[in-house]
């Protein structure tokens, strides 16, 4: 039998879930000219660490703060992190989601990683993009280490 005061202690969690995840928006124009000269040459390694403590290495733009505006229309700028998400909402209303530190352009494409587990690379054609978002998902990862040398591309 669950306690109403677990009941509510679960309710909190998921209200304060919820709210802590503030979206932000980019432009489709703002996007292209913040991923200017970067491809799959101008990556980094980066060591991260997981909620769970485990190490993770790997390559990632030098993007280190993100220009976006709020629900409002008023500017921001979100500093990078490992655990900040980006989705994009193409034309036909698919949606994919990206960490933010995993996608870098190459032409017209958007390239990118939708886990830090499963190396699946996926691309999305820019020219599609009508909607950009960018949230923090607080998934808890950090990075411990940015090395300004870059690895072989992907």
Do not use: W
């Not at 054609?125 to 998902?137: F, H, P, R, W």
């Amino acid at each position: 039998m669950i306690t109403k005061t677990l009941k509510i202690g679960v309710l909190f969690i998921m209200v304060l879930g919820f709210t802590n995840c503030k979206t932000y928006y980019i432009s489709v124009d703002s996007f292209k000219e913040q991923f200017k000269g970067i491809d799959s040459t101008k990556l980094q390694i980066v060591k991260t660490r997981g909620p769970a403590g485990d190490i993770a290495e790997y390559l990632a733009n030098p993007i280190e703060h993100i220009k976006c505006v709020d629900k409002n229309n008023n500017p921001a700028q979100l500093k990078s992190s490992p655990s900040i998400e980006i989705r994009f909402t193409e034309q036909n209303n698919k949606k994919t989601t990206f960490y933010f530190d995993r996608v870098f352009l190459q032409d017209t494409l958007i390239m990118g990683y939708k886990s830090r587990f499963v190396y699946y690379k996926k691309s999305i054609s820019i020219n599609n993009v009508k909607l950009i978002e960018v949230q923090d998902g607080h998934k808890n990862f950090k990075y411990i280490e940015r090395k300004n040398k870059t690895l072989t591309p992907f």
